[in-house]
């Protein structure tokens, strides 16, 4: 296999596929969401289908006819639900359709005798029953948030609907309720109780019954997904993680987001010898890789495969973000996956860093200025850090974040002072003469982890926001200095997005497209930092290395860039706590109470 550098032709090529293997669930998928509106228009609107036999609905013994709307409307309104499920090929979602669409024909032709309602129901039965070899997929990972955010949703949809049904028998009311009175009426009506709203004949009796199924629905289905048993998410296992460090020791020079694989939110697969693996994490139905598979070159097929049999068997969409060349060129080529440039990495070669020339002039004078006003600075692996200050750079490393939640996961650990990460690097700004504050004289920390044997990745940036900026310049510049002494030759920086998009947009003779290209991503960068970070490394005058991201077709990029911005942390589907109301996780606590341990019996020794 080569592991040469691609040809520009190869990265930009566009696949010619034949149908996707999964287009027989998407069409079903799509007939169940149709079925299941048709079912909630039967259920809600009384003249959705004029019907000769709908006089014999008048005179049904006790409540049947209300009965068969309210069944219905709860047909359709779980076959919209399953609809996303089916297009996945999920089992649990094909059988629960299988139950729903003969209750759902039924409900059709009790209460409103529609011939055409029955067929459609009984002949998407069919091909869910002939191709029912097509919907193996097995459940994603899941946790309890899913049941508020189904109250949430489902309680708010419920509501909207119960309007329409209280409000589709104008006919039939009682006076003239005002607006108020009729949400009140859907709201007693949601958990069984009848409302100030009247109406003539048995029309009452339909609408509190498809009221009733509303709330029915909504109170059986957020108990289910909070009582159901748990999927979690992804953790790396403890034996799982030391495989990859064995990886890693012999092949971690290759990639410098290698150690990253090493975050414990994220699962993996190997290859049949054991030789290779894929790090991932699945978010929204994104089965989500970062950078190169870790490993012996010649084995990453056997791990690529395994992870594509994982994603088929989950009916996960498979991507990786932020993969080499290299790494582009063998999951395109292995799995018939297409890869698109997504930004450059910045690398610094520390033998040919210098802060002088005209270049660099303004670093070196931010530098200087900052060593004037009395800062000094300290790089230091950390395993040589004592428990006390590890611990302390810890929680500054935490209040200084700046965001509830944590940031980053191609390009980020998630975790700092671990005792597992001895070889990390860590470099801290401090003023003796600052006035004291909760981290003493603590004022910036940069955390490095290794590239190998001879290089270090940027894990993260943090600052005291009272600092004088400045503070990340003036530690990458200490790294950069004291790197030589630790057998440091190369530094990776921050990930600029669309760096080559910007660095041409700039130039004179650019075209409208890339001004207008360029123009788009400066007016983003206020949420995301896309032309700040840019600009950020190339202060440094680094080497430029370009990143993928490997998708399966064009219409999975927006999902995917979803997926990838939950990833990251950009955005928060679930309700955080309060700061204050947090507690540190086992995992802190315990990498915390190992720290302590460790420092205690290096000190036992050495006395």
Wanted: glycine share 10%; proline share 5%.
């Amino acid at each position: 296999m080569s592991g040469g550098v691609p040809s520009r032709s190869s990265r930009v090529r566009t696949l010619i596929r034949g149908p996707r293997p999964e287009s027989v669930p998407v069409l079903v998928g799509r007939a169940c969401a149709l079925v299941g509106l048709l079912d909630v228009a039967a259920g809600v609107f009384p003249r959705f289908r004029h019907s000769r036999m709908h006089t014999l609905a008048e005179v049904l013994p006790g409540a049947f006819g209300p009965f068969a709307a309210a069944l219905s409307l709860s047909a359709g309104v779980l076959l919209l639900l399953l609809a996303h499920g089916l297009k996945r090929g999920k089992r649990r979602a094909w059988r629960a359709a299988v139950a729903l669409l003969p209750a759902g024909a039924v409900a059709q032709f009790t209460y409103r005798h529609s011939v055409v309602g029955v067929l459609l129901s009984l002949l998407l039965l069919v091909p869910l029953l002939v191709h029912r070899d097509q919907f193996t997929a097995l459940p994603d990972p899941r946790s309890r948030w899913r049941a508020l955010a189904n109250f949430v949703l489902m309680g708010a949809g419920s509501l909207l609907l119960g309007l329409v049904i209280v409000n589709a028998h104008p006919r039939r009311l009682v006076g003239d309720p005002s607006l108020a009175d009729r949400i009140t009426h859907v709201l007693y009506g949601l958990f069984g109780f009848e409302g100030p709203v009247e109406y003539q004949g048995n029309t009452s009796w339909t609408v509190a019954f498809s009221l009733g199924a509303l709330g029915w629905i909504t109170a059986v289905t957020t108990v289910y997904l909070a009582f159901r048993p748990e999927h979690p998410a992804a953790r790396l296992t403890e034996e799982d993680e030391a495989r990859l460090r064995a990886l890693l020791e012999k092949h971690g020079g290759r990639d410098s987001l290698g150690h990253f694989a090493l975050r414990r939110d994220k699962a993996v697969v190997f290859s049949p010898s054991g030789k290779a693996a894929v790090t991932y994490r699945v978010v929204s139905g994104v089965m989500l890789a970062s950078g190169d598979p870790i490993g012996d070159v010649e084995a990453w097929p056997g791990a690529i495969e395994r992870f594509m049999d994982e994603a088929k068997a989950h009916s996960w969409t498979p991507a990786v973000m932020g993969c080499s060349e290299t790494g582009g060129e063998v999951w395109t080529r292995e799995t018939g996956l297409d890869a698109l440039e997504l930004g450059d990495e910045a690398v610094v070669d520390v033998a040919d860093f210098s802060l002088a020339g005209r270049a660099m002039r303004n670093v070196r004078q931010m530098v200087k200025r900052i060593e004037r006003a009395g800062y000094e600075t300290r790089v230091r692996r950390v395993r040589d850090l004592g428990g006390a200050e590890l611990e302390r750079i810890r929680r500054a490393a935490e209040d200084w974040r700046g965001t509830d939640t944590e940031r980053g996961f191609s390009m980020a650990l998630g975790r700092v002072g671990d005792p597992a990460d001895g070889d990390c690097l860590i470099a801290t700004a401090h003023k003796a003469d600052a006035e004291p504050g909760p981290y003493g004289d603590l004022k910036a920390i940069l955390h490095f982890v290794p590239w190998g044997t001879d290089g270090v990745s940027l894990d993260l940036m943090r600052r005291d926001r009272s600092a004088d900026p400045g503070m990340n310049e003036l530690l990458i510049v200490a790294a950069l200095q004291a790197a030589p002494k630790f057998g440091i030759a190369r530094v990776s920086l921050n990930f600029a997005m669309f760096r080559s998009a910007l660095a041409r947009g700039e130039k004179i003779g650019a075209g409208p497209v890339l001004r207008a290209w360029r123009g788009l991503l400066v007016f983003l960068s206020r949420w995301f930092q896309i032309e700040s970070l840019y600009k950020f490394n190339a202060k440094f005058q680094p080497r430029w290395e370009p990143r993928f991201v490997v998708y399966r077709a064009s219409g999975d990029l927006p999902r995917i860039g979803f997926a990838a911005m939950q990833a990251e942390g950009f955005v928060n589907l679930a309700l955080p706590l309060p700061r204050f109301l947090r507690r540190r996780s086992p995992a802190a606590r315990a990498c915390a109470h190992q720290v302590a341990e460790r420092v205690v019996e290096r000190d036992v020794r050495a006395a």
